[in-house]
C-alpha cells in the first residue's frame, strides 16, 4: 500500500507534487521521476508489502520498454500473471506485484486491466506514446483523484496534495451532496475542479494534454453466467479462495476480529494457512454497552488465533476521535471509528490486516434489504398522505421526498439520505438528486439493493473512510469479500436463491456457519461502534461547538439553520449523525482554507527517463 502522484504538462515541464503529504501512507521509502522531455512526472511513497528490499522501490521503470509505474495496492494474482507471462520477460528484478503490473501492460496493453485481481490505484507512463494511463479498481477500494488546471493535469491518492497548485474552491452541488449523505459522493466530490477516478475506470492524458476515460467493469450484463450447482457451496469455495489470496505478503497479516459474522468467516478460513499463527486483534473500551470481545474472544480460541484484546479508555478513545479530525483527507460523519481500530491496530507494530467490510452490501445484512420492498409501495402514494397518516414529523418529511415511482436501485439508494429537501432548501442549496451508478442488467429485487449498497454507501463512504484512516495510521487494509469474482457470482444469483434462507445474511450463513460458534452464529448484529450521541452532549460538546461555528463561517449555511439544527438534536427530535456530518465539516475547512494556496512548486528531481 503507498500513495501516488502524477503531474502531467503539454509543451512544458510538468510541475511536482510534494511526496512527503503522503508520508503517512508509505513511511518506508519514497521516490520521483521525470520524463526526459519534462512533460511528466510520478512521485510515490511506499509501505512495503511485498518484496521489503530496495527491489521494489518506485517509481519502478521497466527497461525493455521503457515504461513507468507507480503503484498503490496490491495485485493478489500477480504469480498467476507472471507464469502467464512466461518467456517473453526479462529476468524478474524482484518479487512484487509492482514489476508484475508493468510487465503485464508492456505485454498487454489495456487489456491487462481484465485480468487483474485486487484493489489498485495506479499510473503508468507509456513511453512509446508519451502519455498517462491512470486506473482504478474495479469497486473502488483504492482511491484516485485528478484536477486539470492552468498549470497541467494532476492527479494523487489524497485530495490534499492537489490543493498545492490548485486553490480549494466550495462547490454548492458538492456540498449539497456532502451534506444529503453524510460524505463525499464520486466523482465530483466537494471542491470545484477536483474529480475521484471513477471506480472500474481508467483516463489516459495524450502528449497534447488531451485526457479520454474509458470503462473496463462492470460487463453490460452479468447475468447467466454463473456456475451450475448449490449455490451456498460456491460461495464458499469462492470465499475460501479470495481469503487465501487476500494473505499475500511478506509482512504478517492480521485479522480485525470484532466477533461478527464477517470478520468471524475471514478469521476462520486465513486460520486454515497459518494454523496457530495467525494474528487477531480485536478492540473495544470501557463501555460495556458497546462490547464485543466475548464473541471476539470464542472465534479466537476456536481457531487458536493470536489474539489481542485491545481496550481503550474513554478518554483515549475521545483523543482518538478528536485527533482522527485533523486527519481526514475528505470529511466524513461514519470515518472516526475506523480511525479509533486502525490506530490502535498499528501501534501493536501492524502493517496489514483484514476486514469483513462488504460482507452487509453482498449478502444483505442491511435493513434496506427488508425495508426497500414496503417502500416501493409507499412511493406510489400521494404525499399529503403521510402527514394525514399521523407519522411522526421527522418521519414525513422524509417520506415526502421519495422519488414518486422509484426503482428499486433509487429507493435503496434514497434510503441512505441525511439532508430532507427542505432542510437543503433552508440553507439555500439545491436539492438534485445524486444519481445511482449505472448497474450491469440485474434481475429480481436483491441485487439491485446490493449494487446500491457497494456502489453507493459502501463505496463513497466505508471504503474511502476505511482508506483515509487506516493509511493515516499506515496500516493496509484488504476487504476478501470485495474479490471481484465473488461478487459477480452473487450478484448475478437468482432472486429465489438470495430469498430462499430466511435468515439476515442467509446464504452466507449457509456457506460458513459450520465454522462460527454458536454464540457468534446466534448474535444481534452490533458492530464497532461509539456513543457518539452522549459525547456530542458531554465530552465533546466543545468539539461540536467549534465544528458548527466554522460551518456557518466558512460555508453559505446560515446561523439560523444550524441553531435549528441544534435544538433538534438537542430535543431527541435529530439524530446525532446529521448534527455530527456538520462538525466534521466544519473541522474539515478550517483546516483546508487554512493551508497556503499554490506555494511555489518544488524542483524536479533528476531525470532518469
Known amino acids: 500500500m503507498c500513495g501516488i502522484l502524477i503531474s502531467a504538462r503539454s509543451g512544458a515541464p510538468a510541475l511536482p ?272 454497552a458497546f462490547d464485543e470481545s466475548p464473541y471476539a474472544r470464542a472465534v479466537a480460541e476456536r481457531y487458536e488465533t493470536r489474539h489481542r484484546a485491545i481496550r481503550l479508555t474513554e478518554s483515549e478513545v475521545l483523543a482518538s476521535v478528536v485527533e482522527g479530525l485533523g486527519r481526514m483527507d475528505l470529511p466524513s460523519s461514519d470515518a472516526l471509528n475506523t480511525y479509533v481500530v486502525c490506530t490502535a491496530i498499528a501501534a501493536q507494530g501492524i502493517k496489514v490486516a483484514l476486514s469483513g467490510l462488504g460482507g452487509d452490501e453482498l449478502f444483505g445484512g442491511y435493513p434496506s434489504f427488508r425495508d426497500v420492498a414496503w417502500l416501493r409501495r409507499l412511493a406510489c402514494l400521494p404525499r399529503t398522505l403521510f402527514s394525514a397518516a399521523g407519522l411522526v414529523s421527522s418521519l414525513a418529511r422524509r417520506l415526502a421526498d421519495m422519488p414518486p415511482g422509484a426503482d428499486t436501485l433509487t429507493l435503496a439508494a434514497w434510503r441512505r439520505r441525511y439532508w430532507t429537501d427542505a432542510m437543503l432548501a433552508s440553507a439555500g442549496l439545491s436539492c438534485a438528486r445524486q444519481t445511482c451508478v449505472s448497474p450491469p442488467h440485474l434481475a429480481g429485487g436483491f441485487a439491485p439493493i446490493s449494487w446500491a449498497e457497494l456502489t453507493g454507501y459502501m463505496r463513497n463512504t466505508l471504503l474511502r473512510d476505511s482508506d483515509q484512516m487506516s493509511m493515516a495510521a499506515s496500516l493496509e487494509l484488504r476487504v476478501p469479500f470485495l474479490d471481484h469474482e465473488l461478487v459477480e457470482y452473487v450478484l448475478q444469483l437468482p432472486e429465489a436463491e438470495m430469498r430462499r434462507w430466511p435468515r439476515t445474511k442467509g446464504l452466507l450463513l449457509a456457506a460458513c456457519a459450520p465454522l462460527l460458534p454458536e454464540n457468534v452464529y446466534n448474535r444481534r448484529k452490533m458492530g464497532f461502534c461509539l456513543p457518539m450521541d452522549a459525547w456530542t452532549r458531554g465530552p ?67 531525470s532518469i527517463g
Open 17 to 288: 507534487l510534494d511526496p512527503r503529504q503522503l508520508a503517512h501512507r508509505g513511511p518506508d521509502g519514497s521516490g520521483e521521476w521525470q520524463s526526459t522531455d519534462g512533460g511528466c512526472w510520478l512521485g510515490h511513497t511506499r509501505l512495503a508489502i511485498l518484496d521489503l528490499s530496495a527491489n521494489g522501490a518506485q517509481p519502478m521503470v521497466d527497461r525493455g520498454t521503457g515504461n513507468v509505474v507507480v503503484f498503490n495496492g496490491e495485485i493478489y494474482n500477480h504469480l498467476e500473471l507472471r507464469r502467464a507471462l512466461g518467456q517473453t520477460r526479462h529476468e524478474w528484478r524482484s518479487t512484487n506485484d509492482t514489476e508484475t503490473l508493468l510487465a503485464a501492460y508492456g505485454q498487454w496493453g489495456l487489456r491487462t486491466l481484465q485480468r487483474l485481481k485486487g484493489m489498485f490505484a495506479f499510473a503508468i507512463y507509456d513511453a512509446a506514446q508519451r502519455a498517462m494511463l491512470l486506473v482504478r479498481d474495479r469497486l473502488g477500494i483504492k482511491p484516485l483523484y485528478y484536477a486539470q488546471t492552468k498549470h497541467g493535469f494532476f492527479a494523487s491518492s489524497e485530495v490534499r496534495p492537489l490543493f498545492d497548485v490548485l486553490r480549494p474552491v466550495l462547490s454548492p452541488e458538492g456540498l449539497s451532496a456532502y451534506l444529503q449523505w453524510g460524505a463525499c459522493q464520486d466523482p465530483n466530490l466537494l471542491f470545484s475542479g477536483v474529480s475521484a477516478l471513477p471506480a472500474g475506470h481508467w483516463l489516459r492524458v495524450d502528449a497534447g494534454g488531451s485526457i479520454t476515460v474509458g470503462r473496463y467493469w462492470p460487463p453490460e450484463n452479468l447475468n447467466g453466467h454463473y456456475p451450475a450447482g448449490e449455490p451456498a457451496v460456491e460461495t464458499r469455495r469462492r470465499l475460501e479462495k479470495a481469503v487465501q489470496e487476500h494473505l499475500l505478503a511478506d509482512v504478517p497479516v492480521a485479522v480485525l476480529l470484532s466477533g461478527g459474522t464477517d470478520s468471524s468467516v475471514i478469521t476462520a478460513l486465513a486460520a486454515r494457512k497459518y494454523p496457530g499463527q495467525l494474528h487477531t486483534f480485536s478492540v473495544g473500551f470501557d463501555e460495556e
Open 540 to 606: 465533546l460538546r466543545s468539539v461540536v461547538e467549534e465544528g458548527l461555528a466554522q460551518v456557518t463561517a466558512l460555508t453559505p449555511i446560515s446561523q439560523e439553520v444550524v441553531k435549528n439544527m441544534r435544538a433538534l438534536f438537542d430535543t431527541g427530535a435529530l439524530h446525532w449523525t446529521r448534527l455530527w456530518s456538520l462538525v466534521v465539516l466544519g473541522h474539515y475547512l478550517r483546516k483546508t482554507f487554512c493551508r497556503q494556496s499554490a506555494p511555489i512548486p518544488r524542483p524536479a528531481s533528476p
